[in-house]
T-cell receptor
Framework: DAKTTQPTSMDCAEGRAANLPCNHS???????VYWYRQIHSQGPQYIIH???NNETNEMASLIITEDRKSSTLILPHATLRDTAVYYC????????????FGQGTILTVHP | GAVVSQHPSWVICKSGTSVKIECRSL??????MFWYRQFPKQSLMLMAT?????????EQGVEKDKFLINHASLTLSTLTVTSAHPEDSSFYIC????????????FGPGTRLLVL
């Protein structure tokens, strides 16, 4: 798996956009970027993934830089229930679908 | 869609007993299921990968004779912690995907195990 780097923690006000960055400078051309989150004491939840184009779904948007060395997950209107650990993961190569979870970013949404 | 369930959600057992945890994909057939373990304030660590009808592949350092995995059908995988000890107390989480080349995994809610 390509190594990813994320800030340890971030804060966001409720109702504002939360922008979570991730660096993956060693990503190769056919590797996707995946984002998951884990709310306290629950199993992780898939959020979104992308290759090179920006992606949007009902949960979030994913912006990937043109050189693909970094990406940003955007929660457009954060709520208190978005408080969680967010993981940016780049599986690939011969990992056969295996995911390696790093420490992620602890996002705290404040009232 | 893509719902994964686990049972039980929590279990307390005495040291030396065995505990079985079930993982089910409710609305899809899971070619591959994964088992993770998470200790307090730590990230998830992959224990093993299982494919229906074949033996599980364990990660380095995970004892295959202690953590028995059975993937009997496309919707059910079980993890049995044999002769559990207090150090096995942890949060066990399973996940599943549609096929081996699909990297999106759908996770169960987790099972909290406490060994006394």
């Amino acid at each position: 798996d390509a190594k990813t780097t994320q800030p340890t923690s971030m804060d966001c006000a409720e109702g504002r956009a939360a922008n979570l960055p991730c660096n993956h400078s060693t990503i190769s051309g056919n590797e996707y970027v995946y984002w998951y989150r884990q709310i306290h004491s629950q199993g992780p939840q898939y959020i979104i993934h992308g290759l090179k184009n920006n992606e949007t779904n009902e949960m979030a948007s994913l912006i990937i830089t043109e050189d693909r060395k970094s990406s940003t997950l955007i929660l457009p209107h954060a709520t208190l229930r978005d408080t969680a650990v967010y993981y940016c993961i780049v599986p690939g190569g011969t990992s056969y679908g295996k995911l390696t979870f790093g420490q992620g970013t602890i996002l705290t949404v404040h009232p | 869609g893509a719902v994964v369930s686990q049972h039980p959600s929590w279990v307390i057992c005495k040291s030396g007993t065995s505990v079985k945890i079930e993982c089910r994909s409710l609305d899809f057939q899971a070619t591959t299921m994964f088992w993770y373990r998470q200790f307090p304030k730590q990230s998830l660590m992959l224990m093993a990968t299982s494919n229906e009808g074949s033996k599980a592949t364990y990660e380095q350092g995970v004892e295959k004779d202690k953590f028995l995995i059975n993937h009997a059908s496309l919707t059910l995988s079980t993890l049995t912690v044999t002769s559990a000890h207090p150090e096995d107390s942890s949060f066990y989480i399973c996940s599943a995907n549609f096929d081996s080349f699909q990297e999106t995994q759908y996770f169960g809610p987790g099972t909290r195990l406490l060994v006394l």
